[in-house]
């Protein structure tokens, strides 16, 4: 198993434009996440899933949208991306009847 | 929700001594703790769990032991190595379940 995948690894952006970071896995989770992390802190949730075509918000969700349309992508979609939005973004899934979540390797986004 | 904190944001220790890294929690109605490892440039990768209905657990040179009674929990890593230097994050669950929510996590390095 891959486990979780997540692209890209970096990405600059200018304020304003938008992307979409991808996160895969293919260990049949019904539950994935998606964190970000600032700089010396801990994560913070944007939104999570329990399963396709279920989502909801997470702790700091404005400026975000994601989508989950089957149960082994989960892409979180930046609008008009601000400086405030430079962090690291980590997905992370797992079972239902497990509590342990497994993480990708993040992806780091600037906004300049 | 959860607050979950930590005491000390780094931590020091020679090759070889034990570790101990505290963390400090608000919620008594958390029925889940785990601890986590960051490594630099990686996502987070789970060390060990405990519910809140257990005082103590121990895994491979890990021992996790809460006191609800002042909301307190700690990892305990025997033997440090050099490749326990890491970032380390407690996170709880509330009793609803699908949310984890971290503490800022705190530096371990440990001096050959």
């Known amino acids: 198993n891959a486990g979780v995948t997540q692209t890209p690894k970096f990405r600059i952006l200018k304020i304003g434009q938008s992307m979409t970071l991808q996160c895969a896995q293919d260990?049949?989770?019904?539950?994935m996440y998606w964190y970000r992390q600032d700089p010396g802190m801990g994560l913070k949730l944007i939104y999570y899933?329990?399963?396709?075509?279920?989502?909801d918000k997470g702790e700091v969700p404005n400026g975000y949208n994601v989508s989950r349309s089957t149960t082994e992508d989960f892409p979180l979609r930046l609008e008009l991306a601000a400086p405030s939005q430079t962090s690291v973004y980590f997905c992370a899934s797992r079972k239902t009847d497990r509590r342990e979540q497994y993480f990708g390797p993040g992806t780091r986004l600037t906004v300049t | 929700g959860e607050n979950v904190g930590l005491h000390l944001p780094t931590l020091s220790v020679q090759e070889g001594d034990n570790s101990i890294i505290n963390c400090a929690y608000s919620?008594?109605?958390?029925?889940?703790f785990i601890w986590y490892k960051q490594e630099s440039g990686k996502g987070p990768q789970f060390i060990i769990d405990i519910r809140s209905n257990m005082d103590k657990r121990q895994g491979q040179r890990v021992t996790v032991l809460l006191n609800k009674t002042v909301k307190h929990l700690s990892l305990q890593i025997a033997a440090t190595q050099p490749g326990d230097s890491a970032v380390y994050f407690c996170a709880g669950e509330e009793t609803s379940g699908s949310r984890l929510t971290f503490g800022e996590g705190t530096q371990l390095t440990v001096n050959p």
């Open positions: 260990m049949n989770h019904n539950y």
């Open positions: 899933s329990v399963g396709a075509g279920i989502t």
């Open positions: 919620n008594s109605a958390s029925d889940y």
